[in-house]
Structure formats: C-alpha cells, structure tokens
C-alpha cells in the first residue's frame, strides 16, 4: 500500500486479515532472525526531504503518536505499526496488530522493540499481546513472538 510522502509500497513481510468476535482484525508480522530493525527515525530523517517529513508525519498520525518518536526509534517499527493501522481502516477492522516473529534464541533486538512500546507508555513482555496505540483510530496492538529455533535448521 502506498503511504504520504513517497512512491514505493509500504512491504510487510507477512498480511493476515483474521477474524475476532468484535470484527476483522489485521495482522502485519515482521520476520526476524538475526537481521536488524535497519535505520533509526533519526539516521532516516537525515536531510530528509519534504516526502520524507510528511512521511513521517502520517505514520505519526496513524499510531497515535502527537510528538516526533525519539531519534533513537528504528524506523521499521513505526512503519510496521502504521501499515498495520491503515490497513485496518481499510478494511474497517476491530484492531489492528504489529507482531514481531523472532526466531532469535539470543532476543536480538528486543530492546529495540522495547523501547519502541516505551514511546506509548507500555512495558513491553515478550509473548503478551499488548496495546500500544491508544490514540490511533483503530486499536492498535503490539506483540513480540520467539519462534522456535528448529524451524531455521533444514
């Protein structure tokens, strides 16, 4: 789906448009191993543009957010919840859920996800559905998940 300010598509690495007893409910998972959350909201907005700041802008809005996220934030978390919220109001769902799938036996970058929920006030607990979004228009939810680690060997 394209979002304000720029011109490719947001990509989710999986969509799940599943059903609750109050409505749909959008899933947007973020698969991990190993490999980070990429750039900081910091290290993106470096000279950024007018597209990325209206970017920015409109994620902020979709997740609730009314002050810039700390440069420390990665990126890709904020987009991710922000997708998951669009997306929910378009298909007029009950709530909207960002789940990270880590199969990390390690946690890599938990305390990125951490500090992601910490903008929202939530004290993060791995495996516990929490929401985190309490001013986006759809409720939104946050969730890390540690994937067994015999489903990366072949």
Same mark, same amino acid.
């Given at each position: 789906?394209?979002?304000?300010?720029?011109?490719?598509?947001?990509?989710?690495?999986?969509?799940?448009?599943?059903? $609750?007893?109050?409505?749909?409910?959008?899933?947007?998972?973020?698969?991990?191993?190993?490999?980070?959350?990429?750039?900081?909201?910091?290290?993106?907005?470096?000279?950024?543009?007018?597209?990325?700041?209206?970017?920015?802008?409109?994620?902020?809005?979709?997740?609730?957010?009314?002050?810039?996220?700390?440069? $420390?934030?990665?990126?890709?978390?904020?987009?991710?919840?922000? $997708?998951?919220?669009?997306?929910?109001?378009?298909?007029?769902a009950a709530a909207a859920v960002m789940?990270?799938?880590? =199969?990390?036996?390690?946690?890599?970058?938990?305390?990125?996800?951490?500090? =992601?929920?910490?903008? =929202?006030?939530?004290?993060?607990?791995?495996?516990?559905?929490?929401?985190?979004?309490?001013?986006?228009?759809?409720?939104?939810?946050?969730?890390?998940?540690?994937?067994? $680690?015999?489903?990366?060997?072949?």
């Amino acid at each position: 789906m394209p979002l304000p300010g720029g011109s490719r598509a947001s990509q989710n690495d999986l969509f799940v448009l599943a059903r $609750s007893p109050a409505g749909p409910v959008v899933i947007m998972v973020e698969g991990k191993v190993n490999e980070p959350f990429g750039p900081t909201v910091g290290e993106w907005l470096t000279d950024a543009s007018r597209g990325k700041k209206a970017r920015l802008r409109a994620l902020m809005r979709a997740v609730g957010l009314t002050t810039q996220p700390p440069a $420390s934030i990665h990126y890709q978390l904020l987009h991710r919840a922000a $997708s998951a919220v669009i997306t929910a109001e378009q298909y007029r769902a009950a709530a909207a859920v960002m789940l990270v799938h880590s =199969f990390s036996q390690k946690h890599a970058w938990w305390d990125d996800y951490r500090a =992601f929920a910490a903008q =929202f006030g939530v004290v993060a607990e791995r495996g516990v559905v929490q929401r985190i979004g309490a001013d986006s228009p759809v409720p939104l939810f946050g969730v890390w998940v540690t994937g067994d $680690s015999a489903y990366l060997e072949k």
